[in-house]
């Protein structure tokens, strides 16, 4: 696949969504959470939901894991439907988008052609990326701390060829994050 082009733009309905993207273990729930106790709409995490639900129900991480292809497609296709549901004006923030679908498809060793062909059907405002908190694992995360830093990579490769600027969010505190995203979205 090529890169995004520019072009396209004016033809891709752009829309007013902020991601909030990271590896595993970034801090992306807590900030989205504090994003939400401040009054502001959010996105939940469409992956830990679905995990937590199937947990729920008796299976365990590697039942729900088994089959790469369906479980990653499923999501994908959660979150597509999701940011379908979504207003295009209104400001969102969101734990993960469509696109981080390609980073895990590609850590999977699958095929990105889906999840591509679906992060290009609208544009988000802003891509924030979670710099990386100290590696914890918990009952939903499948990923050691080698295989988070790939997919942090994979993300950053992912927005990149979508054609999107990342704004880097450090470490810092939860409260201080928010606000350093909300510096950079409400303006």
């Known amino acids: 696949m090529s890169a995004f082009d520019?072009?396209?733009?004016?033809?891709?309905?752009?829309?007013?969504?902020?991601?909030?993207?990271?590896?595993?273990?970034?801090?992306?729930t807590a900030v989205i959470e504090e994003l939400a106790k401040r009054g502001f709409r959010i996105k939940t995490e469409v992956a830990r939901a679905y995990i937590d639900q199937r947990l729920a129900g008796g299976e365990s991480l590697a039942e729900i894991r088994a089959d790469n292809l369906a479980f990653e497609r499923h999501i994908l296709m959660a979150k597509v439907n999701a940011e379908n549901q979504l207003p295009k004006d209104a400001l969102i923030f969101m734990?993960?988008?469509?696109?981080?679908?390609?980073?895990?498809?590609?850590?999977?060793?699958?095929?990105?052609?889906?999840?591509?062909?679906?992060?290009?059907?609208v544009r988000y405002r802003t891509i924030f990326l979670l710099d990386r908190l100290e590696f914890q694992e918990d009952r939903v995360r499948s990923e050691s701390d080698g295989v988070a830093e790939r997919i942090e990579t994979l993300l950053i490769e992912a927005y990149g060829e979508l054609g999107y600027p990342i704004v880097r969010v450090p470490l810092m505190g939860i409260s201080q994050r928010a606000d350093f995203i909300l510096m950079q979205t409400v303006a």
């Open 6 to 28: 520019p072009s396209d733009h004016h033809r891709v309905p752009q829309t007013d969504w902020c991601v909030i993207t990271g590896a595993p273990c970034s801090g992306k």
């Open 95 to 121: 734990d993960r988008a469509v696109p981080d679908s390609v980073a895990y498809y590609r850590i999977e060793g699958l095929d990105p052609k889906e999840p591509l062909f679906y992060s290009r059907q």
